[in-house]
C-alpha cells in the first residue's frame, strides 16, 4: 500500500466515523491522516540524505589540477582539472566551470588563478 492508498483509506474511514459513535478514534485518525500527509510532502521534495548531499555541493571545493601535455622545455601543462566531487574530468581553458556540470559540485578556484599551476601560453 502506497501512501496515498493508505491517505485515502484513511480519509474514508474518517469520514464514516465523523458522527462521533466512536469518540476518541475519530481524535486518532485526524492525527495519523496529518503525520501521513506531513510524510508524503517531505519526501516528495527529497529525503535528508538527498537535502544534505545538496548543501554539501554548495561548499565550493579545490579541483584536482593536472596537465596531460608539456611544453618545448618539457614542462607539464596543467591545462586539466577533476571535479572534486564525482572525478569528471574538464579542460581549463574550454571548461572552467563554477559548478560541475555533471554533478553540480561548486568549485573553488580561489588562489589557483595563477599559482595553481595553468599556463599563460
Not at 577533476?82 to 574538464?90: E, R
Not at 568549485?107 to 599563460?120: A, R, T, V
Request: net charge negative.
Amino acid at each position: 500500500m502506497t501512501e496515498n492508498e493508505a491517505i485515502e483509506d484513511l480519509e474514508f474511514f474518517q469520514e464514516k466515523l465523523h458522527n462521533g459513535i466512536f469518540g476518541n478514534r475519530t481524535e486518532c485518525l485526524n492525527v495519523a491522516i496529518d503525520a501521513l500527509k506531513q510524510i508524503h510532502q517531505y519526501r516528495s521534495i527529497g529525503t535528508v540524505e538527498q537535502c544534505r548531499e545538496a548543501v554539501e555541493k554548495q561548499k565550493a571545493k579545490i579541483p584536482g589540477i593536472w596537465g596531460d601535455g608539456s611544453d618545448a622545455e618539457g614542462r607539464i601543462i596543467y591545462d586539466m582539472y577533476d571535479c572534486p566531487n564525482c572525478g569528471k574530468s574538464y579542460e581549463i581553458d574550454y571548461e572552467k566551470y563554477d559548478h560541475c556540470p555533471s554533478c553540480g559540485q561548486a568549485i573553488d578556484w580561489s588562489g589557483l588563478e595563477k599559482s595553481g599551476g595553468e599556463s599563460d601560453e
